[in-house]
């Protein structure tokens, strides 16, 4: 990378530490950091003066350390976005639209806007809300985070759990839009060789793949006949699925699948083949990480990357925990993932019938 690129990640959760980390280690990256939430730039500021360490995990379970530290972290929207090539937007999808009309006034022509992930309609959020702004802009959404990861202390300790192998994304770019640079290499040169990045034709695809697909089905079968008694430890979440979980997930990826297929058969041409059932997807994604590769339930409870993520829970009494439904995993990925899915599914004359549940 011979020109000097200025990348802003926006967010303040596991994820953008982890990009904004990264990102800081380039010595031809300028990163920057934007977090609107109440005093959290500040906080972060202040802890950055110490430098953001990250761990990594590596596949064997060994660890090595990486220390770097973001040029800017600001609340202030004008001071981040200024003279910003690539816009990484690492928020949950219902804080998408805060950060997009706080930073539409000042994005530059040729700017690259990526969801990381950008979960259903992110493009059609950009062009929404950006306005004329989206047609001399890129847009690239992502199926997910690059890493399994998980924030230790805000600010100054972030961990990589795990890496995929592989990610997609799709990129919408506008028709006055005249960025000349490898526009995925950036994002490929910050994660660094893995996952390797893969450009799909179409954002539907990328739509009917997206993480909302997982996480609901493993609620809805871990919580929907819970007795409503406290738990005295925090369950996995990821490792600790089980058959009827397993197959609640699978039947939802089944009518992905179904839905592809009739969107292909409706537009003849089009490439839906990035479109897979979740198993497969676990083994081009995890396979280095994955001990047994039986079926869907096994490669979730043997998938190295996700060691020690839990269930959302809530302590009510020391001790004693009950899931926290406000937490994203429904609060988000159900209005902001299943339910746009969902439509989806009707317009191609689908029955609906995990996702209704």
């Not at 950060?99 to 690259?112: K, S």
């Not at 972030?158 to 592989?166: A, F, N, P, Q, S």
């Not at 799709?170 to 893995?194: H, N």
Request: net charge neutral; proline share 5%; charged share 25%.
């Amino acid at each position: 990378m011979a020109e000097k690129v200025v990348v802003l990640t926006v967010g303040g959760g596991s994820g953008a530490h982890c990009l904004a980390g990264l990102a800081a280690t380039k010595p031809d990256i300028e990163s920057r950091v934007l977090n609107l939430y109440c005093n959290k730039a500040e906080q972060w500021a202040a802890m950055s003066n110490l430098g953001l360490l990250i761990t990594v995990r590596n596949d064997d379970g060994s660890k090595h350390l990486i220390q770097s530290k973001p040029l800017m972290v600001t609340k202030n929207p004008q001071n981040a976005v200024t003279g910003v090539d690539y816009i990484f937007i690492v928020v949950p999808a219902f804080a998408h639209a805060q950060y997009l009309e706080a930073i539409a006034p000042y994005i530059d022509d040729n700017t690259v806007i990526v969801g990381l992930p950008g979960q259903s309609g992110f493009e059609f959020e950009c062009i929404n809300l950006l306005g004329d702004k989206a047609k001399r802009c890129t847009v690239i959404t992502f199926e997910s985070l690059p890493w399994a990861c998980r924030l230790n202390e805000f600010g100054k300790r972030v961990e990589i759990l795990g890496i995929k192998d592989t990610l997609k994304a799709s990129l919408l770019k506008g028709e006055q839009c005249f960025e000349t640079r490898p526009i995925l290499e950036l994002s490929q040169y910050i994660f660094g060789d893995r996952p390797k990045l893969k450009c799909v034709q179409n954002y539907i695809a990328i739509t009917l793949m997206a993480d909302s697909t997982v996480h609901p089905p493993i609620m809805y079968g871990k919580w929907s006949q819970w007795d409503g008694e406290p738990l005295s430890e925090k369950p996995l979440f990821y490792k600790g699925i089980d058959e009827r979980q397993a197959e609640l997930l699978s039947g939802v990826s089944n009518e992905c699948l179904a839905t592809a297929r009739t969107i292909k058969k409706r537009v003849p041409g089009l490439d839906m083949s990035d479109v897979i059932h979740v198993f497969d997807w676990y083994l081009k994604h995890y396979s280095s990480h994955i001990t047994d590769k039986s079926n869907l339930m096994t490669v979730m409870r043997t998938n190295k990357a996700y060691d020690g993520l839990f269930h959302p829970m809530k302590e009510e009494n020391p001790g004693k925990y009950v899931p926290d439904f406000t937490y994203r995993y429904l609060r988000e990925d159900v209005p902001m993932g299943i339910v746009p899915i969902k439509g989806i599914f009707r317009r191609g004359d689908h029955v609906v019938s995990e996702q209704t549940k």
